[in-house]
């Protein structure tokens, strides 16, 4: 039978990456007025104001934790400070970093060059003790290859300064991911979410005035894109993130996640009547036939079970 609590949390990104997808858009209006730290400063002070009210109202319900960590105040508090601060960095990083690839690259190549998180994570997860099975292997390989197709449309690869820049960024999503599976556990994950928000905000307003000249004309010509990709992307997909990860092996998560360029593609064609060629369409179809073979439920854990279940039998 197919887990449902992995089944509902895969859901719980999948909707996170739906969000994602479709602020592209807004990213790239927003561009037309402010600099890329003006936008990431703006959008995340939008988001704690969505946020913050969230965490106070979750407060209110006087709901007891079920970790032993947030029943320490001490060190739950320790564990959300750096948890927070340390996804929040890794995310800051890679939100710029890709900013600055774009500039000097392709689309296409950009958006495949950023989803390679989704090979990254596992092979990073091995140092860290991650097991990843051979399906789950198979998936991100053919995840992979569907993202080339959709992407990479001429199919040439030679690498630009901007590629450099977008495989940092990768790498960058790739701790960030790791970094709320190892959080997300251990403590409230909208707590979580309000940190890791309010250390981007703090980074990007430093940056900001460090080197671009903020004026409230264009920030206030840019509000639309500034609050659809603060309430939705920041303050509530990536909220869903921390939440849909808990519990969720951290390379499934990025399989889930990666479907932000499918979609974005996608709603692109429905929305915007971009056209879509044959060998775009079948990396979209690679890539959620990938997602879909890691929801199926695995023949090894069926098997440990019932083996589990004759043993307990025989010594009864």
């Not at 947030?70 to 564990?79: A, E, F, I």
């Not at 003790?129 to 569907?146: E, N």
């Not at 940190?195 to 920030?219: H, K, Y």
Request: glycine share 8%.
């Amino acid at each position: 039978m197919i887990n449902k609590t992995a089944l509902r949390q895969s859901l719980i990104l999948f909707t996170a990456a739906l969000i994602w997808g479709f602020t592209f858009v807004a990213q790239s209006v927003g561009m037309d007025y402010v600099g890329p730290f003006t936008f990431i400063a703006a959008r995340n002070i939008v988001a704690l104001f969505i946020l913050l009210p969230m965490a106070v109202l979750m407060d209110r319900r006087g709901k007891k934790p079920q970790n032993r960590n947030l029943s320490d105040p001490k060190r739950g508090n320790r564990l959300l400070l750096s948890g927070g601060i340390c996804c929040g960095i890794f995310l800051f990083l890679g939100s710029t970093l890709q900013q600055f690839g774009v500039r000097d690259t392709t689309v296409g190549k950009a958006g495949f060059i950023s989803a390679l998180y989704m090979v990254m994570v596992p092979v990073l997860g091995i140092f860290l003790g991650k097991k990843t099975t051979i399906r789950l292997w198979a998936a991100v390989a053919l995840a992979a290859f569907g993202m080339y197709l959709l992407c990479m449309t001429k199919g040439d690869f030679h690498l630009q300064k901007g590629d450099l820049y977008l495989l940092a960024c990768a790498a960058a999503f790739s701790f960030q991911i790791l970094s709320v599976d190892r959080f997300s556990p251990l403590v409230d994950g909208i707590k979580l979410s309000c940190v890791q928000t309010l250390t981007n905000a703090v980074l990007g307003t430093v940056m900001m005035v460090l080197f671009e000249r903020p004026d409230f004309g264009s920030i206030l010509a840019a509000w639309m894109p500034i609050v659809y990709a603060g309430a939705l992307s920041s303050g509530i997909g990536y909220t869903f993130q921390i939440i849909g990860q808990k519990d969720l092996n951290p390379t499934v998560a990025s399989l889930i996640m990666s479907l932000e360029s499918v979609i974005s593609a996608l709603a692109g064609w429905l929305l915007l009547k971009q056209t879509l060629s044959a060998r775009e369409l079948t990396g979209c179809a690679l890539t959620f036939l990938a997602i879909i073979l890691v929801q199926l439920p695995g023949r090894e854990r069926n098997a440990c079970k019932s083996a589990l279940s004759d043993l307990q039998w025989e010594k009864e």
